[in-house]
């Protein structure tokens, strides 16, 4: 894969209280609990499906198809975070990811029918106007993402 790596923002949904005290950073053990999944194992397309929205409806996470999205803007990798199932707590959190780019295909519309980048591409650069309000990065292969930091905050 072309290099061109970047760091992005992506939010994602916790169904436990890691990050929460920083003594003990210990991962959950619950198997559906995205955001240590993916601090086990880093990301896998296979298992990107839904997100919680803003307001906490269940929603397909297709705008650009079946991929692993990030954005530049911190806010944006924010409306994806969210906690989950029974978990009470003051904080959320986010992680920065390291992406490499390589060959970046650029739209403002979106292309829900996608699960990869068009031919000769290595990832999907979803750009400002069009149906979007904020820049995302959308990559189809495992091995071009990797959690970098998990950045928590109240």
């Avoid at 705008?63 to 029974?86: L, P, V």
């Avoid at 295909?105 to 699960?115: N, V």
Wanted: hydrophobic share 30%; glycine share 10%; net charge positive.
């Amino acid at each position: 894969m072309a290099g061109n790596e970047c760091r992005r923002w992506h939010g994602t949904k916790r169904l436990c209280t890691i990050g929460d005290n920083p003594t003990n950073p210990t991962l959950c053990a619950q198997a559906g609990c995205p955001m240590c999944s993916i601090l086990r194992t880093s990301f896998q397309v296979a298992k990107t499906n839904a997100y919680n929205s803003p307001s906490n409806q269940i929603a397909s996470l297709d705008r650009f198809g079946k991929g692993i999205y990030t954005s530049s803007t911190s806010s944006k990798a924010y409306d994806y975070a969210s906690n989950g199932g029974s978990v009470a707590s003051q904080y959320s959190m986010i992680m920065l990811t390291n992406v490499i780019v390589g060959q970046g295909h650029k739209l403002t519309q979106d292309s829900q029918g996608l699960t990869a980048p068009p031919a000769g591409y290595h990832s999907v650069l979803g750009e400002v106007g069009g149906s979007l309000n904020y820049d995302e990065l959308v990559v189809y292969n495992d091995d071009a993402i990797r959690p970098s930091w998990l950045v928590v905050y109240k």
